[in-house]
Antibody, heavy 118, light 104 residues
Framework: EVHLVESGGGLVKPGGSLRLSCAAS????????MSWVRQAPGKGLEWVGR??????????DYAAPVKGRFTISRDDSKNTLYLQMNSLKTEDTAVYYC?????????WGQGALVTVSS | DIQMTQSPSTLSASVGDRVTITCRAS??????LAWYQQKPGKAPKLLIY???TLQSGVPSRFSGSGSGTEFTLTISSLQPDDFATYYC??????FGPGTKVDIK
């Protein structure tokens, strides 16, 4: 059974940094494109960015609101996905989910809350 | 970037109704589309992947169709548990804005 567990969420001041982790199990992590998705309070789902498998080049793509501030990386030896968030803004407050797409199915974690507030 | 749109944004329906939600991509995405159901305070639940494949455990009243730029999610007979918000997503990319299905 696939499990994705996010960690590292919390309260951070505007301009601060935070790193989220997503520990994966139950499938071959290195074979999956991985993404981060967020949902601000009362809003819809927003794709944050993705990282491809090393076989597919290992490249990253980001949504415009986070480009240049957020960095996605992966450690296939640890079955872990990361989201480094810098220069955080109040509008980055959201529940952050990691998703995995190893074949055709898509799996989600339970989410981690990030609150950006002074 | 490929943009995703959904219609309608809100849908009022009764138990037993047939419900159809449309999702459009700004350019062809072949069959790389997923549908989700989300209830307040919960993570999204995958209903349909690869445009038309029903996720294991999802009731057969849900179905998906389409390819290229136009896709539909159909609930053949709406049940009380189906009142929720539905999203489409291009794989590993953008979501539609969502369709809220509420009680008429």
């Amino acid at each position: 059974e696939v499990h994705l567990v996010e960690s590292g969420g919390g309260l951070v001041k505007p301009g601060g940094s935070l790193r989220l982790s997503c520990a994966a199990s139950g499938y071959t992590f290195s074979n999956a494109w991985m993404s981060w998705v967020r949902q601000a309070p009362g809003k819809g789902l927003e794709w944050v960015g993705r990282i491809k498998t090393k076989t597919d080049g290992g490249t990253t793509d980001y949504a415009a609101p986070v480009k240049g501030r957020f960095t996605i990386s992966r450690d296939d030896s640890k079955n872990t996905l990361y989201l480094q968030m810098n220069s955080l803004k109040t509008e980055d407050t959201a529940v952050y989910y990691c998703t995995a797409n190893p074949y055709y199915e898509i799996y989600w974690g339970q989410g981690a809350l990030v609150t950006v507030s002074s | 970037d490929i943009q995703m749109t959904q219609s309608p944004s809100t849908l009022s329906a009764s138990v037993g109704d047939r419900v159809t939600i449309t999702c459009r991509a700004s350019q062809s995405i072949s069959y790389w589309l997923a549908w989700y159901q989300q209830k307040p305070g919960k993570a999204p639940k995958l209903l349909i992947y690869k445009a038309s494949t029903l996720q294991s455990g999802v009731p057969s009243r849900f179905s998906g169709s389409g390819s290229g730029t136009e896709f539909t999610l159909t609930i053949s007979s709406l049940q009380p548990d189906d009142f929720a918000t539905y999203y489409c997503q291009q794989y590993n990319s953008f979501f539609g804005p969502g369709t809220k299905v509420d009680i008429k």
